[in-house]
């Protein structure tokens, strides 16, 4: 068996004459990045029981520019929507309501990415008639 030299923290391999190949780590100390903090992300509704066949905003703040995706469940499909925040970090996303079950409360999960972090937040809607 042949070795071949590594230094501290990394992996070392070694393979045999019959072709088996053995992986260790050698000694050396693992430091973890530290977590980015998460982006703030405040979700609302402008109407919170909708009628039928009207128009309730998803409004959301977080940070500037940032992207913003929401994603409404309803009681038999999910809607999608993506939207950008402006300078003030405010994006405002429509629903419009067609048919939604009445009495039926409709989680919105929203996400929003700026670079490398995220942030994540909810808000709800009940359709009537």
Excluded: E, W
Excluded at 13 to 40: C, D, Q
Excluded at 65 to 84: E, I, P, S
């Amino acid at each position: 068996m042949r070795a071949i030299p590594a230094q501290p923290g990394r992996i070392l391999a070694a393979a045999t004459a019959a072709g088996t190949i053995t992986l260790a780590l050698t000694s050396g100390v693992a430091v973890a990045a530290p977590r980015a903090k998460p982006l703030p992300c405040q979700a609302s509704v402008s109407h919170a029981h909708p009628a039928d066949y009207t128009t309730t905003d998803v409004r959301v703040h977080t940070a500037d520019f940032a992207r913003v995706t929401t994603v409404a469940h309803y009681r038999t499909t999910a809607t999608k929507h993506h939207a950008k925040a402006g300078r003030k970090g405010n994006a405002t996303i429509p629903y419009y309501i067609s048919g939604a079950t009445p009495g039926y409360t409709v989680k919105v999960s929203v996400s929003v990415v700026k670079g490398t972090r995220t942030g994540s937040c909810s808000t709800s809607f009940t359709p009537h008639r």
